[in-house]
């Protein structure tokens, strides 16, 4: 089992940054993959950013340039840096563990920007 803490939730307005931070613990295998998703009332969830444990990132395109995805994998932790945040990302933001085809997830964070 692996456990995902989250933090750096919060309300910022327009144009502003955030920092979110989820650390993993328990049985860790080394090849994993660890992401952000998000989902805003009446959405799906959706993929904003992962990152591999070799090192390659992937986001969608309505964060490209604005977010940064990294890790410590010392720590077993990711990181998400939300810059010129938009109403639009307003969410509840998760963060996700893969490995051996299996899932976990975090409790989610609550995101708000207002304009």
């Known amino acids: 089992q692996v456990q995902l803490a989250e933090s750096g939730g919060g309300l910022v307005q327009a144009g502003g940054s955030l920092r979110l931070s989820c650390a993993a613990s328990?049985?860790?295998?080394?090849?994993?993959?660890m992401g952000w998703y998000r989902q805003a009332p009446g959405k799906q969830r959706e993929l904003v950013a992962a990152i591999t444990s070799g090192g390659s990132t992937n986001y969608v395109d309505s964060v490209k340039g604005r977010f940064t995805i990294s890790r410590d994998s010392a720590k077993n932790t990711a990181y998400l840096q939300m810059n010129s945040l938009k109403p639009e990302d307003t969410a509840v933001y998760y963060c996700?563990?893969?490995?051996?085809?299996?899932?976990?997830w975090g409790q989610g964070t609550q995101v708000t920007v207002s304009s």
């Open positions: 996700n563990f893969f490995a051996l085809a299996t899932n976990y």
């Open positions: 328990g049985r860790i295998f080394s090849v994993n993959v």
